[in-house]
């Protein structure tokens, strides 16, 4: 059952699906697809088995569909509670004729799948918007196998000057601006700048994650640290 937080979540993300993949490419000039890729880069699955992943937040699907693309023999779980965002995913799986990815209507706090599913699980832009963190954590621990590896992909905090401020004014000025503007939406984009201000740093969230039974977490920072992938294991 989704929160409060959770269900006005899920209805702004609903309200701007139709947006979404445009102004992602649009807002980060693109790079949000090579984010994307190297996220891929980090699941640690082999190419010849066929992995179960589970995408987590899954959105419109780019992440799983980039993880199909380089695994085709994987089956992938992409789970999210907003319908329209996966409904926009869906008809870019029909189109492209995708059949290894399932859609999941689900909450990242309370996961309908056993114990030990998956060998890794991916969240990109998703972990930020879950309160509390600790119960999305929870639940991807229990779902993984031992060894299999949880990959984060999310903005860095945006309390950090980044680019001598120049990042943060786009982020906090700019952004809520332009996404209005396109997506009609008067708090989404603002939510965005707010939820990237208030995200802990890099090691702040790799301490996150080791207290929830994470181990061996490493991070890569990309693009002067506007976004952080961090990689942790489930221990066997
Ligand atoms: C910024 S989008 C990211 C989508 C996609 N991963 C991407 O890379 O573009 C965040 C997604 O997280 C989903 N989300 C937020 N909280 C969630 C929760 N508790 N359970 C499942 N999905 C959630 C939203 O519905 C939204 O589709």
Known sequence: ???????????????????????????????????????VDHIGVSASGSPRVLDLAAGTLDVSLEIARRFPRARIAAADFCLPMLTQGAQKLARRGVASIAPVQADGRA?????????????AFGIRNIRPRSEAYAELLRVLRPGGRLC???FG????????????????RLLPLLGKVFSKDDGAYQYLADT?????DAPSLA??????????????????GIVVIHVGVKQG
């Not at 209805?11 to 994307?36: E, K, Q, T």
């Open 207 to 224: 301490q996150e994650m080791r207290a929830s039974g994470f181990a061996s977490v490493n991070w890569e920072r990309l693009a002067f």
């Open 1 to 39: 059952m989704a929160s409060d937080h959770g269900r006005s979540v899920a209805s702004m993300f609903g309200r701007i699906a139709g947006w979404y993949d445009f102004l992602n490419h649009f807002l980060s000039l693109g790079l949000d697809i090579l984010w994307r890729r190297r996220l």
């Open 157 to 172: 905090s945006g309390k950090q000057r980044i680019l001598g401020g120049v990042y943060n004014l786009y982020l906090n």
């Open 111 to 123: 996961l309908p799948f056993p114990d030990e599913t998956f060998e890794a699980a991916t969240i």
């Open 152 to 154: 984060i992909l999310e």
């Open 196 to 200: 990237i201000r208030e995200f802990p």
